[in-house]
């Protein structure tokens, strides 16, 4: 079997796994964006992302973290769901990524489905999956294979899907036909993302500081007290933000995803403050198990949903931006 079979089937092997989006690009040396990554961590735009200042080396060249390594296969799989959330002022919102079962252990094991397939059709192939937790650029490397583009508000965006996508990757030392072609920045001169932060997170176009951010604030912050700014601007999001990808024109084009484990779990949408502010762990570990939510730790929630309740409000901005 050539290069050019061995990539073809392999696209069909990941469609059928359940990937939306696959591209394979070679294992160069990310440049400018190790750089970029290098400019934002220096203006301190992390917050108290420590992890992300570790290994700068092995983010920016995959030849560092799988030293093997010949083929980057870059997927993306799409997670929307079109139900709504409740703008009853006694809930809280929780971001659209996290209403079903958490991504990492759903695509982890579809990557590793796609593996054992490599390693099936090429004798002796070895191989490293990443599903955001291994020290690698997704973005990046979801740009450089063509997925879809960076939007101002720096989520990827792609044109069948929007921004409602999970990115990640393969490291295999098998080796594929690469994909050449990028997509085009389609973001023009909109700026509905930057309008739409309650925060100014956005500061510039495709630059984000995560100090500013509801989303970084809610789920990654353990300060025992949300900033002020953020806790009297949080618009009823209890666990994330999705307004900047609500507002984006491109997600008009969002379809429903076909992975049954990314639908809403019951309650999981908009659960009433109340009920978070009373959870006992016990209450919590049950509600949450295999969940995304459970990365914001219950004190987390808890301080979240004081500050909602404190708020008394449930605001959205606009979604999809219609009026």
Known sequence: MNKAELTDRLRKKAFEIGFDKVGIVPPERLTPEGDQLGEWLEGGYQGE??????????????????????????????????????????????????????????IDRKLRQLLDWIKTEVPDATGKVCVDTAPIMDKAWAVRAGLGWLGKHTNVITKEFGSWVFLAEILTDAEFSFDAELMEDHCGSC??????????????PYLVDSNLCISYATIELRSPELPKNIA?????????????????????FQKTTRETGFKPRPHNVSPFVDDVLTFTHEEYVERFRKSAVKRAKLSGLKRNAAALKKSGTNESCMENGDD
């Open 49 to 106: 992302m420590k992890w992300l200042e570790k290994e700068p080396e092995k983010r920016a060249d995959p030849l560092v973290l799988f030293p093997s390594v010949r083929s980057v296969i870059s997927l993306a799989v799409n997670y929307y769901s079109p139900e709504e959330h409740s703008h009853d002022p006694s809930t809280g919102k929780i971001s659209r990524y996290a209403w079903g079962d958490d991504y990492h252990h759903v």
């Open 232 to 252: 009297g601007s949080l618009n009823g999001w209890l666990y994330g933000c999705d307004i900047c990808q609500d507002v984006c024109p491109w997600n008009r």
């Open 191 to 204: 700026t509905e993302c930057l309008d739409a932060c309650p925060t100014q997170a956005i500061t510039e």
